[in-house]
């Protein structure tokens, strides 16, 4: 027998039903497994950052990543003056692929709103931007609350309908700028990012993507929903999501794939360095955002995430109808 009766009831209410996405654990990895489960990539920045991305060996080494004390450190140098090829940072990537699902990140830090980091907790598919990119928590300089964006081809043209009022749309076409710029929400609440979100000891970031939209939540430190510490999310009952996409002109399903999980600390570059002319407390700092990163290595002891662990949940039904779990809490 597959399942026990209470759990059969559940699923072929379920499959009545549908309503409502009934996630179950798909992956889940925290300061035991992270570093088996993800890679350092160690190309070169594709956003044209002062960065140097390491490797594994000169990662431990140099204590740019650990799994002590059960927490996942990843982060950037802070003793080196003017590095050549760029301050040495950290890039990893998920080993998996997802499509769909909930991802759910509870992090203690994050790098710091300091001028010229560019952090990033993000996800995307294998043939940029054809298979799309979310990009969860992301922000530049001295930015005090995450832009939440996704990155396509032509042709995905997103409402933000049911977005916490609170967020200011930016752009509904998610191939604006040839997919650079892409369809953006801009978040208002200092604790979901950079030293706000540090010194109250971070949160927990939730991303729902299904076929017909992806929504991103955050819960500060001390607000975060019984249901996810239980390990039985249900985003029915979180109230609005910071940042909600909604394909009425665009086929999310047939679009975003195959994701893996990326975090990531650039400097300068495209974003960060690209509007350090126009800010004017980095701009005081040093004339150019290069300069300042380079001669300013204390400046970056903030610049490392520490990670509890990230869970990676699937609804139990996939859209075309398959049951992909065999049980799961009803
Ligand atoms: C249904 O969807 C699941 C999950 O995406 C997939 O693994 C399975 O192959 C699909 N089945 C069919 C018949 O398309
Ligand atoms: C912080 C950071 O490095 N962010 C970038 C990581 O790389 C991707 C893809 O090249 C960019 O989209 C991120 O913005």
Redesign the pocket.
Known sequence: MLFDAPKTAGLLGLLAGAAKAQYILDSFYDANNFFNEFSFFTEPDPTHGYVNYVDGDTAFGMGLASADDNIIRVGADSTESNPDGGRKSVRMVSNKAF??GLIIGDFSHMPGSICGAWPAFWMTGPNWPNQGEIDIIEGVNNDDATAVTLHTGPGCIISNEGTDPATELKETDCNAGNAFTGCGQQTFNPLNYGDGFNNNEGGVYATEWTSEFIAVWFFPRGSIPQDIADGNPDPSSWGFPIAKFVGTGCDIESIFRDHQIIINTTFCGDWAGGVWDSNEICKARAPTCNEFVGNNPEEFQEAYWAINNIAVYQNAV?????V?ARSFNA
């Open positions: 499509t769909r996939a859209p075309n109808g398959t992909i």
